[in-house]
């Protein structure tokens, strides 16, 4: 029997290290607050446009999100999204726009979630990831799920009403289940989506549905997907996803069953892998590594007990 360390265990995962922010909720009300808030000299804010933000090299290597002081901001009363106060007192906006604004020095670039989310500090992805998740809403939330008419934006970005007939929306979240299937021989099973390509394995996931406990979920995909039962679940963590607005809730998931039989429709293959398997599989380009900024790496690499190889997201 072989002794494994897990160095893995105190790494924290992307898009789920706590960002340091008070997202301070009680002010979004406060439109006086709010309106000294945004003309304060300390206040930062940064444009958010179709999931990307800016972000840029700092002089000593670091990546940052482009912010600048609220005076210097491209004029955008409506969707002006209110993310919280740090430990020194700064507020934090986000703008939505249309397009992410141009750059006189040009070395800024435009990146998404999948990228920035792991070159940022903790602290800039969490205000990414809260200010792409309410534009996501926002963008597909325009109208009154009542009684169709057109919603207006309010609570700093946090809540949508409606003229017609007073309802208020919140911004959605659906859970989402994803889960390492390891069996009685210590093996964890990984598949492969239909529209992946040859290589990619990963965790298997899938959406809780209506009614429906979160450890149900976790075994209920897991045999529609790939016909293996499941007994104990086990709670790991979990990580914000908004593509558009999902939260994943990451398991273990104890299999009791090792006959795989995929369902086609969404998992093309699955197999059991050993840790020298996997290993043997990485080194040969078999099976590609998942991607960084997923949980599902995170989950692999709990079982695994060391970083998986690394391969570029983009
Ligand atoms: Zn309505």
């Known amino acids: 029997m072989t002794t494994r360390t897990d160095h893995t265990a105190d790494r924290p995962i992307s898009l789920t290290a706590p960002s340091g922010i008070d997202r301070a909720a009680h002010h979004r009300l406060d439109e006086a607050w709010l309106a000294a808030a945004w003309s304060h000299p300390s206040t930062r804010c940064f444009v958010v446009s179709g999931g990307q933000v800016l972000i840029d090299e700092a002089p ?91 919603t207006v934006i309010a609570a700093a970005g946090h809540i949508r009403r409606c003229p017609a007939c007073g309802a208020e929306h919140y911004p959605r979240t659906d859970p989402a289940v994803i889960m390492s299937v390891i069996d009685d021989k210590d093996r964890i099973l990984l ?23 979160i450890e149900e979920s976790v075994r209920r995909e897991v045999h529609e997907e790939v016909g293996i039962a499941v007994g104990e679940v086990e709670y790991v963590a979990s990580q914000p996803w908004p593509f558009p607005s ?33 290993r043997a599989a990485f080194e040969s380009g078999e099976v590609l590594p998942p991607y960084g900024i997923s949980i599902a790496a995170r989950l692999i690499e709990r079982w695994y007990g060391e970083e998986l190889p690394t391969r570029s997201a983009f």
Not at 201 to 213: D, N
Not at 260 to 278: K, M, P, Q, T
């Open 60 to 150: 000593d290597g670091r990546t940052e999100l482009v912010m600048t002081p609220s005076f210097e901001a491209p004029l955008t009363e409506a969707h002006r999204y209110f993310l919280g106060i740090d430990e020194n007192g700064v507020s934090y906006f986000a703008l939505q726009k249309d397009s992410l604004p141009g750059r006189m020095d040009d070395s800024a670039r435009p990146a998404g979630l999948r990228e920035a989310g792991l070159l940022l500090s903790p602290r800039e992805a969490g205000l990414m990831v809260h200010a792409v998740a309410l534009e996501n809403w926002q963008r597909l939330h325009r109208f009154c799920s009542r009684c169709g008419e057109r």
């Open 246 to 278: 999902s939260l994943m809730l990451g398991f273990v998931a104890h299999a009791t069953s090792s006959e795989i039989n995929v369902d086609g429709d969404e998992i093309h293959e699955a197999r059991w892998f050993s840790r020298d398997e996997l």
């Open 191 to 213: 598949g492969r989506q239909v529209h992946w390509p040859e290589g990619r394995f990963s965790t298997l996931a899938g959406f809780v549905e209506p009614g429906e406990a």
